[in-house]
């Protein structure tokens, strides 16, 4: 079975501008997750889909970052404009429902200058 | 209060010896509770699910949950230098996931 996939793996930008983050949950997994995470910290949740639907996003920053998922399967999440705060690793991850375990992609470590 | 808290460490024991991990929750409803490791530059990978109240083996490892007093340990027997990472607790609890901070282990050769 194939895993969550994640790309790119690495971008580095300058400050003020645009990225995006793409995921392929493992198929059949209704429930998707994008999570930031800092140096040294846990993730930190920034949005939850169920299938198309957003069941939580109290803690993503709505004025630079925004995301979707489409048609219930893959998603991206865009930053615009990038802060040197929001460098980090981006997580995604898939579960069946959010009852049940989540698997993670390999992450995409984003470097703001 | 956090909803899942753990020590952050670091944590030390020499090879061979039991590493203890511990987890508390803060809501009674939460449901379903995961252990994940996390190796430096990587991505969190699950090493044990558990659901209901007890222990749970798996090889080395041994989950065990505690409902009443709200809290969810990891046990690893025998402990490699390889078990060297950190420990992400996880809740979940009606449709939301929650991780705890982790606690950073080294297992001392």
């Known amino acids: 079975e194939a895993g969550v996939a994640q790309s790119p793996r690495y971008k580095i930008i300058e400050k003020r501008q645009s990225v995006a983050f793409w995921c392929n949950p493992i198929?059949?997994?209704?429930?998707l997750y994008w999570y930031q995470q800092i140096l040294g910290q846990g993730p930190k949740l920034l949005i939850q889909?169920?299938?198309?639907?957003?069941?939580?996003d109290s803690q993503l920053p709505k004025d630079r970052f925004s995301a979707e998922r489409l048609k219930g399967v893959d998603s991206t999440l865009k930053i615009q404009p990038a802060k040197l705060e929001d460098s980090a690793v981006y997580l995604c991850?898939?579960?069946?429902?959010?009852?049940?375990?989540?698997?993670f992609g390999q992450g995409t470590r984003l470097t703001v200058v | 209060q956090k909803e899942v808290e753990q020590n952050s460490g670091p944590l030390s024991v020499p090879e061979g010896a039991i590493a203890s991990l511990n987890c508390t929750y803060s809501?009674?409803?939460?449901?379903?509770f995961f252990w994940y490791r996390q190796y430096s530059g990587k991505s969190p990978e699950l090493i044990m699910s558990?659901?209901?109240?007890g222990d749970k083996e798996d090889g080395r490892f041994t989950a065990q949950l505690n409902k009443a007093s709200q809290y969810v340990s990891l046990l690893i027997r025998d402990s490699q230098p390889s078990d060297s990472a950190t420990y992400l607790c996880?809740?979940?609890?009606?449709?939301?996931?929650?991780f705890g901070t982790g606690t950073s282990l080294t297992v001392i050769p």
């Open positions: 996880a809740v979940s609890r009606g449709n939301q996931f929650y």
């Open positions: 558990i659901y209901s109240n």
């Open positions: 991850a898939s579960s069946l429902d959010v009852r049940t375990e989540a698997f």
């Open positions: 889909f169920q299938n198309n639907g957003v069941v939580d």
């Open positions: 809501d009674r409803v939460s449901q379903s």
């Open positions: 198929s059949g997994h209704a429930t």
